[in-house]
């Protein structure tokens, strides 16, 4: 009887504890180098010279540049990446520490050093959509 309401316990904690500590968000600080401010850059990855013709962007040989895309997930470079449903190619976003960064990541790709993608970058302020809305809510209250 009291291991089973221990359990009982246990699990009333561990399920609600989720709603009491949420979890980090994104636009906080994981660690004390992430403090520095990040710039914030589009890549639009576009068809290259080495573009199988005909062949859709899921059929192309982008093995080595997801493989990159990952890894730059992992270090914290690239926040969103994915190709374009209409088979023009893909699109990147990037948060690094300046355009120099920025640049070497795209130079470093194997798809672009292939000539499977050619691109485009730009820098990109993002707003703070959510805090708009709060104010915005707040304000026809």
């Excluded at 561990?14 to 979890?23: D, K, R, T, V």
């Excluded at 976003?93 to 920025?102: I, K, Q």
């Excluded at 790709?109 to 707003?127: R, T």
Aim: charged share 20%; with cysteine; net charge neutral.
């Amino acid at each position: 009887m009291v291991a089973t309401v221990a359990s009982i316990i246990l699990f009333l904690v561990l399920s609600l504890a989720p709603m009491y500590c949420p979890a980090q968000s994104l636009t906080e600080t994981v660690n004390p180098q992430q403090t520095a401010a990040k710039a914030t850059y589009l890549v639009v990855y576009r068809p290259g010279p080495a573009w199988l013709t005909g062949k859709s962007v899921m059929e192309q040989p982008l093995k080595e540049h997801g493989k990159y895309m990952l890894s730059l997930y992992i270090k914290g470079s690239m926040r969103l990446a994915g190709p374009l449903t209409d088979n023009a190619g893909g699109a990147v976003l990037l948060e690094v520490s300046d355009e120099a960064e920025a640049k070497a990541i795209v130079a470093n790709d194997p798809a672009v050093k292939s000539g499977s993608f050619v691109y485009e970058m730009h820098p990109w302020k993002l707003q703070p959509w959510e805090e708009f809305a709060k104010k915005a809510k707040g304000a026809t209250q």
